[in-house]
């Protein structure tokens, strides 16, 4: 078809045929013209605050209330890590407030490690994020909403863990159509679960008040009492508390299609995270006026029995809505899938069929279908706080080594310009935060998954120095035809052929 093109350009062929054939073919350029633009829409100041917002607030605020009490064992110490967790996010935040303004590219981290490190830490990144975050944390996602989603069906008791898992992967497997047959459909799903998750947060926070109002405070009195503290506890209450939160530096995965980012990007920060930090500790201390710390614990959907304390009889609105939220959340990670694969694609560290995007329906499709497959195998074997743990403990060695890269670059890359230039101890804070919270767990108790994790990191040297430094023949010889077929069957084409 390419040879049939190139005579038509030369005039060597006139025919009526080859005249429709080039009819067909603009179109098609079109449509290949549209998919460079795929994901870019102008976001401004209160679209960055949305975003950082309903990024964050999702399934974190309905399950980790449980473990981090589990971890410190008294309402005090529990809100205490509530608020620490979003002074922590914001701090972590700003430092990639710095980063996005002075290196504008999208992906997040990715291209912060590259520039300050070179391509090995910045492969690790995207290895780990495509084979264990990414999709540990949309497993943890529907496992949250098929627990909130059961429990009304199994009253008094816990629902079967095989229904939970069946629901979990059912969600994953709709929500990975969704977004694969349609950007626009995903961002309409995403819009109405968003409005639903505000609804229940709103409502969850006015009862607190009310019932703080009538005297409820009882839960409140020696709230220090009887709490359990020590370096491992305070480290996993962190790792529960902080993957609430986690979200807080989405807006770096699309700092090229901020609206004046230099303002946007610190501004939709500042406002942003306190604001869900004030809602998190807000929605805790309503869950602590209707239950007491045992009562907590052995809650099943801390949400629901709430709802079912203080809503009756329209306690069924608190596991609806608490569904939709997480739903919306799991629609969310899918949603921006597709796009840290993308810009690792376009430096050859991923495989190039992930980076593809279909030609009909503009989609990254083969993208998010492999998160989707990766994300239904981590829901196999694993629980909430599990995956929680050990999805913590990888994300958190490459936050710290990213704001240890903003230190080094004030060093190494002065050149660059800094339209937002934060004070030099904010990243030293929370790059010595990231170090304690990447070792307490490790030394304090040490569990084999933390070593597997560490050792699945490293192995992405041997798949880097094999497949992306030496470049071996065998490796593509293999995967052209594997590529070639899956082309066929998704339609799908490289992002590359979009700027020519």
Known sequence: M??????????????????????????????????????LFPVGLISGICMIVGTIIGSGIFVSPKSVLANVGAVGPCLTIWAACGILATLGALCFAELGTMITKSGGEYPYLMEAFGPIPAFLFSWTSLLVTKPSSFAIICLSFAEYASAPFYPGCDPPQVVIKCLAAAAIVIITIVNSLSVKLGSYLQNFL????????AIIIVSGIVLLAQGKTENFKDSFKDSKISVSSIGLAFYNGLWAYDGWNQLNYITEELKNPYRNLP?????GIPLVTVCYVLINISYFTVMTSTELL????????????????????????????????????CFTAGRLVYVAGREGHMLKVLSYISVKRLTPAPAIMFYGAIAIIYIIPGDI????????????????????????????RKELRRPIRIPIIIPVIVTLVSILLVLAPIISAPELAYLYCVLFILSGLIVY????????SWPQKISKPITMHLQMLLEVVPAEEVTE
């Open 298 to 333: 052995q809650s099943q959907a801390v949400a629901v029995t709430f709802g079912d304390r203080v809503l009756y009889p329209a306690s069924w609105i608190v596991p609806l809505f608490v569904a939709f939220s997480t739903i919306g959340s799991a629609n969310g990670t």
């Open 2 to 39: 390419g040879e049939e093109s190139l005579r038509k350009r030369k005039g060597e062929d006139s025919g009526k045929e080859d005249g429709q054939s080039i009819q067909s073919h603009e179109p098609q350029t079109m449509n290949l013209q549209k998919q460079a633009k795929l994901f």
């Open 267 to 271: 501004l939709s920060i500042i406002i």
């Open 385 to 412: 706080d599990t995956l929680i743990n050990y999805f913590s403990f990888a994300v958190w060695i490459f936050y710290g080594l990213t704001i240890l890269a903003l230190i080094v670059m004030r060093f190494t």
């Open 194 to 201: 968003t409005a639903a998750k505000m609804i229940i947060v």
């Open 465 to 472: 120095v094999l497949f992306v430094h030496f470049k071996f």
